[in-house]
């Protein structure tokens, strides 16, 4: 019997395309570089969808203090 | 190289001096240079514009920004990059 720990699903995300929702209506999606305890997470080329406004950045460190549910190899749809 | 882990920890070692885009919760955008970061996200920028809905609302020479407003903290590191080779 395996136990699965969050920040072990996490880690094995490194790399690949990630899908994330914040607790109010933003939703990032990027490739995932790293990240802390605190769900703080580095993302590169990255789509931020805000009001329904899509916009790219190049890299960013994404407090997670507000992140609500995180999808591993998900994108935005 | 650009497949290596990167932790937060090595983001705050890299963006210090750059020039970074601050967005907050609010939708507020700060572009400066920035000159202190810490493990709250607290950030202080210096020659620092102030943005809501790309419109420019205001410049600052220096800002103390609270980290708990702080949605995420955006660089463009080749842009940095080239201009360092130039240097």
Request: with cysteine; aromatic share 8%.
């Given at each position: 019997m395996t136990t699965i720990l969050p920040l072990g699903l996490l880690d094995k ?32 080329n990255v789509i931020e969808l805000d009001n329904g406004k899509k916009s790219k ?21 | ?50 943005y809501l809905e790309s419109k420019l609302i205001n410049k600052y020479g220096q ?25």
């Open positions: 995300a490194i790399s690949s395309r990630v899908w994330i929702l914040m607790k109010d209506d933003r939703e990032f999606e990027g490739s995932l570089r790293g990240f802390d305890d605190f769900f703080n997470m580095v993302l590169e950045l190049e890299s960013i460190l994404l407090n997670g203090s507000q992140i609500c549910l995180i999808v591993p190899g998900g994108e935005i749809s | 190289m650009s497949h290596e882990k990167r932790t937060s920890a090595d983001f705050f070692k890299q963006v210090f001096g750059r020039t970074v885009t601050v967005k907050l919760h609010n939708r507020t955008e700060y572009i400066g240079v920035l000159a202190a970061l810490d493990g709250n996200m607290n950030i202080v920028l210096e020659q620092c514009e102030e800002i103390l920004l609270r980290g708990n407003n702080v949605l995420y903290i955006s660089a463009k590191f080749n842009q940095t990059k080239q201009q360092d080779v130039e240097i």
